[in-house]
DNA sequence: GATGAATGAGCTTTCATTCAT
DNA sequence: GATGAATGAAAGCTCATTCAT
């Protein structure tokens, strides 16, 4: 089934206009993100941003309900199913990491947001409780891991997710800083292996009862 | 040996635009950060910003500066030196949660540089190395554990301060979106017992681990 | 072939912003000038000066660039074709003199850019040995005079035409002061003729000479 | 005699502003000239230039009377007494030419006070008929010349003077824009003695014609 | 005479948005 | 659906000048 010519054009449009301005908002913040910059980095023109979008805020809007239901759509991809818990655990926070370092435009889009307390996040109906099927994953492991006597009993999915995106997030989100402070170079490759391995270790230690 | 006024005054004007211009650069970023609102929320009126700081991005340097200095300050009040290493270890942990939670204003305006990639802090050459005063402090810690037996001792205190840092910065600069995603109220009295002991619990538990 | 209404209001926008700006740059100089009483004089807004050249120093150079164009255009006007070597020589000389008289405005406009050092200038391309076809004019008829044996052999181009210009750009760019130094009015209709006929008397004396 | 301390320096302050605003004022003209800079440049603070000429208009004006008394302090060393009228001319022309070039700021003012049409100059009472000396000059080598037969006798002093004058001007103050237009550099080292030589042949040459 | 602090008015420039076709 | 032209409001910044001591 082919769609007219003019509907495929409008479609790529508003799709080219929602990935560039992923990247320059994601560069430089809602406010610092410039509407001819978006405009300009495109076949279009700024018209159809109002055409499409509405706004400047609009087009936030779209890119930040896109991008979290991109995250979601890719987290849908973890399987640990084989693995004992103990091994499903670790790879679930190294898998996250990856994850994260292979998505900074979001992560930046979040801290973005975050400056912004939210708000713009808050009027998007699609959003609220999304956090739940990445959730469900780690309760799964826990669970079984719980059965299995293996991982100790008094510790919430919730706080393992929090534990495994707060080093995931930060890792990304504060590279700057973080490593200018300490002369290191977070995102340096040489890095990569022993900063994956590190929550991994943290949170099946932190896990495993004795 | 008394101030003249007007030089006392000028301190006060140079201190009342620095708090102001803190408060205003952490509420909206850079770009959205207002001088004109600046100005207003002060004795003083906008040309002084231009005066004493050269424009906006010499005031955000000077705001950007004055912040890591008073961390800095901050930090060196903290005192673990009477504990053994196994609870100076968590109340190192749970007291740099304290911190993060007493200086949100600080934690934004990280999180605003990290979305300009550090441009602006790098160039302030105060703010090299900054870091190692706190890592010291772990670094000890950590010493005597592992020469006491009770800590592994394959770990390094950069990767100690990390795991801490990467919780506590989280847990404040991305409240708005994490919570808004589960439900839950990072910033709510009643979670913050829990959330403080947590950072505890996950730092001594990794570092126990035999 | 009509071109759209829009785009012809485009071309005139702009042409008429050229226009007021040329004339209010030569009254005040490029420092002088402002904006805002460009864009006051016109039936646009201040906006479009942005629009359309980018700021005020890229309305200065394309002024400028108006400009030298407008004048060459009217030098390729000059013609002495069938007069005798000794009286084209003249004619040339009195009729830049007419033509320094009737445009001053191009005349301040040099010497403020002469102010300038040449700055902006310089990084006008289409300027660049600009200055060739007016010179030729002069070659041709000094050529002509040397193979008739009326002019002496030892004057080059170049310097005929730096008398003139000199004593034609003088007498409009210095008119103030002079004038005022000497109680004599260089811009007085009574003047005129005889301010005319001096610099053809002083050429061609000079060229005559045995 | 000496004066008292506060005196002596009072004047060295107001020589000094002076001297500061000449070449400020000459490098970027009345209204591009800042009274910061001036300031910045000497000993002094701003609060001087206010206490000492008023303010900015009156610290430029002090300038421009400050340099025409000197340029006719300079005029008067001119001696051309011994000379036949012939060489006498073509000396006073090629002095006047050397004058020139070594007073560049002196010419620039003058350039930039043409540009304001003259209107301070001529609130300067001093500067009224300034330009007598300089002509009773010439007046009187061409008075001796006309005697002796060797000059034309339908010149006048006033004709010369002009000539001379816009000779030498025109080759400072337009040097940028005529040496870019033809691709030559009139201040060039190697072209000082034949463009000094032009205007006493010129005016030479002029004056003998029968 | 001198100084550092302060200032209002106005400058150039930028921005998201809308209009006319 | 699409386009180039246009725009008002407000932003950041600069200027000559004056004040308080």
């Known amino acids: 089934m082919v769609e007219p010519e003019r509907q495929r054009d409008a479609v790529r449009t508003r799709a080219e206009l929602l990935a560039v301005a992923t990247e320059v908002f994601s560069e430089s913040g809602y406010s610092g993100a410039r509407v001819d910059e978006i ?5 279009t023109t700024k018209r159809m941003i109002y055409y499409y979008f509405g706004g400047k805020e609009g087009l936030y809007l779209a890119v930040l309900e896109e991008a979290y239901r991109g995250i979601r759509e890719a987290e849908r991809g973890l399987d640990v199913g084989e693995l004992g818990p103990l091994e499903a655990m670790r790879r679930l926070a190294e898998t996250t990491y990856d994850h994260h370092v292979a998505h900074q435009d979001f992560i930046r889009l979040v801290a973005i947001e975050n400056i912004h307390r939210g708000e713009h996040m808050r009027r998007i109906e699609s959003l609220r409780d999304l956090g739940q099927p990445a959730m469900s994953l780690v309760d799964e492991v826990l669970a079984r891991g719980r059965d299995e006597g293996v991982f100790r009993a008094d510790v919430e999915a919730f706080d393992v997710h929090l534990v495994i995106s707060a080093y995931c997030v930060f890792q990304v989100a504060n590279q700057y800083t973080f490593g200018h402070l300490f002369g290191r170079d977070l995102a340096a490759p040489e890095n990569a292996a022993h900063l994956r391995g590190l929550i991994g270790d943290v949170v099946v230690s ?5």
């Open 39 to 43: 405009a300009e980095r495109t076949r």
């Open 206 to 210: 932190w896990l495993t009862r004795r």
